[in-house]
């Protein structure tokens, strides 16, 4: 590799950076810091002797040491960068960063409410933290409330489904309410339609709204509409949902995806039917409701290690 050497390489490289591509101090600073890092990690080993294995095993090492692999894939960028320009100034015969990849992120576990606090939150009437205490009458914006925050946790809808929910059916209808059949069908990812069951409590809750629900004002037959009198978007109902969340004592950042993966921790836990969970919420495969097996076997943790008497060492 001649006489500049490794160290020599790198800021030849670095050089280049900053007065050609201009880049700025803290980003030279960070391109260098990975750099010096892979010359730790290949010791003695010169740059053009590097093989993707190494280079594989490298990241496999930071992988080790509980580093990010954001931090990883980071690194592998600034890696194959330096090897791209190495090439055009020396006999590398293949970039041996190349093709390597970080470690996938662990996949975080959905939140979901308990069992209790989900049907204490979907069936606290908005007016029972107003002024007017639990006895005062429900305003119709409350009402609409209630009954959308009872059907996503009855029947585990993705919000966009919820706001696009007519109260009858027609050709032109994304979604609809059957209220002879205690049921809606919606329309989910891919364009794929799918009916959902819906709870006494939401169909309670929906024939005590559908009582005072006004004519919306764009002629739509939106089943849900605000204070304007047109279809309710998306965010005014995750800005409600908050606001109730907050009134009620819930768990911090109620969001409208929590009562949905409420819904399939709760009906899994008590059913174990994956597959239905799976046409319920309509995913594609079952790797995607499989998550809540995971859920599932920590709420059974949790009740194992409040009840069996050899579960915790006194």
């Known amino acids: 590799m001649g006489e500049r050497g490794k ?12 007065t050609q591509r201009k880049l700025s101090p803290h980003t030279l600073d960070a391109y260098r810091r990975d750099l010096a890092e892979l010359a730790a990690l290949s010791g003695e080993t010169g740059w053009t002797a590097l093989t993707q294995a190494d280079v594989r095993r490298y990241a496999a090492r930071l992988h080790g040491k509980e580093l990010e ?49 989900a049907v204490r939150l979907v069936s606290t009437p908005a007016h029972a933290h107003a002024a007017g205490g639990p006895d005062a009458a429900l305003e119709p914006a409350a009402l609409c409330n209630q009954a959308m925050f009872e059907l996503l946790y009855s029947s585990g809808l993705r919000v966009s489904e919820l706001v696009g929910l007519d109260v009858q059916y027609s050709k032109d209808a994304l979604g609809w309410l059957e209220q002879g059949n205690a049921d809606v069908t919606v329309l989910g990812k891919g364009n794929k339609r799918r009916t959902v069951p819906v709870g006494q409590a ?16 764009d002629g739509s037959a939106a089943l849900f509409t605000g204070a304007r009198g047109t279809r309710v978007s998306a965010r005014v109902v995750q800005l409600r949902l908050k606001a109730h969340g907050v009134a009620t004592g819930a768990p911090s950042g109620v969001h409208p995806h929590m009562l949905r993966h409420s819904f399939a921790s709760h009906v899994l836990q008590s059913s174990g039917d994956l597959r239905a969970v799976q046409d319920m919420l309509g995913h594609a495969t079952i790797a995607s409701t499989q998550v809540y097996t995971a859920l599932d076997f920590q709420h059974l943790a949790q009740v194992y290690d409040q009840a069996h008497p050899r579960a915790k060492v006194k």
């Open 69 to 117: 692999p954001r931090s990883i894939a980071r690194k592998l960028s600034s890696w194959r960068g330096f090897f791209d320009w190495l090439a055009g100034q020396t006999a590398l015969a293949a970039n041996p960063a190349q093709g390597v990849r970080a470690p996938k992120r662990a996949k975080t576990l959905p939140k979901a409410l308990s069992v209790d606090d």
């Open 7 to 18: 160290a020599g390489w790198v800021q030849a490289y670095i050089e280049q950076l900053r």
């Open 202 to 217: 939401a169909m309670a809750a929906l024939a005590a709204w559908l009582k005072v629900r006004p004519a919306p004002a």
